[in-house]
């Protein structure tokens, strides 16, 4: 069964617009993490962020935020005032103590185009 | 603060053939986790080493097997090679005790099997 869920492939946003990516998860842990990654073209993985399952604080981080809600299982991630260099494709990812131990398993990716 | 290093960045192989990538992990980091990932897909976890053994497995078949080295260095070998093995291949490293289980990906190596 997927266990993460990124239901938007693609995604096309004027500069300076705002967008929010959406991942849904699916796990039966209670102890899991979150994370967010960026694959820019050059293809290495950037690591953005990682919430765990005990704290459902919303963060924000320049121009990023993040919404974790354990009660629909999402952790959305919000880009303001989107910029050219925010191009990439970002992967949502889950890691519990599932067959492979805390492995990441991710999602299919959303690819974000900003043009100017 | 060197980070993740993996080499080569390309290579191409004919079907059959055996392939053996490396990886050098994220100084202080002493895990090493390889990923695949396929074309327009997430990436897929194939192992993970710790002490020099694999600790965890996902779901790929014998024919990719691993090594950790000492210097936590790290490599993955695939053998008898098939056109479904083409694919990015990145080392990830992390600090086991830290619970968060943090991983840090390097740059990958792009595998074309012909």
């Known amino acids: 069964a997927q266990k993460v869920t990124q239901a938007q492939t693609e995604i096309s946003v004027v500069e300076k617009e705002d967008v929010t990516l959406d991942c849904v998860y699916e796990?039966?842990?209670?102890?899991?993490?979150l994370f967010w990654y960026k694959q820019p073209p050059s293809g290495e993985l950037v690591f953005l962020i990682r919430r765990n399952s005990f704290d459902e604080q919303n963060e924000i981080s320049g121009r990023y935020s993040w919404n974790f809600q354990k009660s629909t299982s999402s952790f959305n991630f919000t880009i303001t005032a989107s910029q050219v260099v925010d191009s990439a494709v970002y992967f949502c990812?889950?890691?519990?103590?599932?067959?492979?131990?805390?492995?990441?398993?991710f999602g299919k990716g959303t690819s974000l185009l900003v043009t100017p | 603060d060197a980070g993740v290093t993996q080499s080569p960045t390309h290579l191409i192989k004919t079907r059959g053939q055996q392939v053996t990538l490396r990886c050098s992990p994220k100084s202080g980091h002493d895990t090493v986790s390889w990923y695949q990932q396929a074309l327009g897909q997430g990436p897929q976890f194939i192992f993970q080493y710790y002490e020099e053994e694999e600790r965890q497995r996902g779901n790929f078949p014998d024919r990719f097997s691993g090594h950790q080295f000492p210097n936590y260095s790290s490599e993955l070998n695939v053998n008898a090679l098939l056109l479904g093995d083409s694919a990015l291949y990145l080392c990830?490293?992390?600090?086991?005790?830290?619970?968060?289980?943090?991983?840090?990906f390097g740059p990958g190596t792009r595998l074309t099997v012909t």
């Open positions: 990830a490293s992390s600090l086991v005790f830290r619970s968060s289980y943090e991983q840090y």
């Open positions: 796990t039966r842990d209670t102890t899991y993490y």
């Open positions: 990812a889950l890691s519990d103590n599932s067959n492979s131990g805390y492995a990441l398993n």
